[in-house]
């Protein structure tokens, strides 16, 4: 397993110095890289970062105590600082257990980096890792761990991510079996219950399953995954820059006019308005540095870079790959993008026309049937015309003159009922159905 670039160590660098960096980078750059995404942090608790200097302010003694107990005999780090195994250390104690075991590593266990795995019996394996994990808990304002207790949890940990990975692992191979199969549709959401339940039936049997499967959901709009385009570009992370990224692949490649982009670890750069002075600043200054060299982590081999236009309705994820060479003739941009390019969502001109037809013909019918309603309700010229001395057996005549009068509106309503609804299916694909009662006449858009 190769090391990532910025935890590499730089030339003429010494194992303290080193530790400071790394410690630096992991619980105070990376933390203010994750403060920069406000919307994260709207109903939780922001992190702090950590501040080197104000943990330890005498960084004259303390560098003499780290190095005389990383020059100790004893393998362990916490042991050469004095520290005890059932007690919580403080903030400070775990940055000096912190740094005592990374130099430790880098001074009598060099061969191992990268390639080191975690045994509870490793002594300087736990101090690193009950160190960091108590730093990164002062930094989210999680309860800090005695070193006895994170010994415990990190050897229990280990055996479930194994168990885990094997259950879900199983699980993911049966589905992909009945897709090679030509069966989609048999495919399941699996769930794993804390207790077994009895299911079939007397007659068949019954059975007790930890495992329970239902036909899968609809693409959740929320989520990710399900509602975002993907591609994929494969770079030489190492060298090309965040300006490259910026200006070859999002604005000449894929038409982004304003890119907002970030990852799970911390990386983000902006464009757009709304942005203060020492915002812009801070994403000029990262436009020049290496993709594996941007705070916050990097953008490295397996990195999903999350890429939001602030100027449109765009939004897709970037999957990266790390390729050290490419062809210049076949790829002279120096880089390979695949996959479908993102579109921005807008109202399609058939949807609008036919929104606006559907409308057109609903008050079209409607006036069309209010015209009807009031023929009948209200008399007619000639009724009004008559005088109420009128003689009896003209009322016939009178009765015959109206039948006929609300026959004619009658026909006119359904006629303009009619061209309405020929309107509305001219411009759009949906069925229309008019429903003629003896009330009202209106139009269902189904």
């Known amino acids: ?21 790394v410690f630096e980078r992991l619980y105070c750059s990376d933390i203010k890289e994750v403060l920069i995404m406000e919307e994260l942090w709207k109903t939780r608790t922001p992190p702090s970062p950590l501040i080197l200097k104000e943990l330890l302010p005498d960084a004259a003694a303390a560098a003499a105590a780290v190095q005389a107990a990383a020059d100790s005999s004893t393998g362990s780090a916490s042991k050469a600082l004095g520290l005890p195994d059932q007690e919580v250390w403080s903030v400070a104690d775990s940055a000096r257990v912190f740094l005592v075991s990374v130099v430790k590593f880098l001074q009598q266990r060099q061969a191992e980096l990268g390639e080191a795995v975690f045994d509870k019996d490793d002594d300087l394996a736990v101090d690193f890792v009950a160190a960091a994990a108590n730093l990164r808990e002062a930094c989210y304002g999680i309860p800090q761990q005695k070193r006895f207790d994170a ?19 199983g699980l993911i191979v049966v589905e992909a079996l009945k897709l090679l199969a030509g069966m989609p549709e048999k495919c399941t959401t ?11 039936s007397r007659r068949s049997g019954r059975v007790a399953c930890l495992v329970h499967g239902e036909a899968p959901g609809a693409p959740n709009p929320g989520c990710m995954v399900c509602s975002k385009a993907a591609m994929h570009l494969t770079a030489n992370t190492e060298t090309m820059t965040l300006q490259q990224l910026v200006d070859k692949v999002l604005k000449q490649r894929l038409a982004v006019n304003q890119p907002y982009l970030y990852t799970a670890g911390g990386v983000s750069y902006e464009e757009g308005e709304g942005l203060e002075d020492d915002e812009i600043a801070d994403n000029q200054a990262r436009l020049p540095k290496a993709l594996a060299a941007l705070p916050g982590g990097g953008i490295v081999h397996g990195t999903v870079v999350y890429v939001q236009d602030q100027g449109q309705a765009l939004s897709f994820e970037m999957h990266v790959s ?44 409607t006036e069309a049937a209010a015209g009807k309603k009031r023929s009948r309700d209200e008399p007619s010229e000639q009724q009004q015309q008559q005088d109420g001395g009128q003689a009896a057996d003209e009322q016939p005549a009178q009765d015959q003159q109206q039948a006929k009068r609300q026959k004619q509106d009658d026909v006119a309503a359904d006629g303009a009922a009619d061209a309405a609804v020929d309107a509305a299916a001219g411009t759009q694909d949906d069925p229309v159905e008019v429903i003629d009662s003896d009330e009202d006449d209106c139009i269902v858009v189904d």
């Open 322 to 365: 790390h390729q050290a060479e490419f062809d210049p003739e076949q790829h002279p941009d120096g880089f390979i993008l695949s996959g479908k390019a993102p579109e921005a969502q807008q109202q399609e001109p058939a949807a609008a026309a036919a929104a606006a037809a559907a409308a057109a013909a609903a008050a079209a019918t």
């Open 1 to 21: 397993m190769s090391v990532p670039g910025f935890f590499k160590v730089q030339e003429g660098e010494g194992a303290l110095a080193y530790a400071q960096r």
């Open 190 to 200: 699996s769930f794993l219950r804390i207790e077994p339940s009895l299911v079939g």
């Open 151 to 169: 010994k415990g949890m990190a050897g229990n940990i280990i055996h479930a991510i194994a168990t885990t990975n094997a259950i879900v692992g």
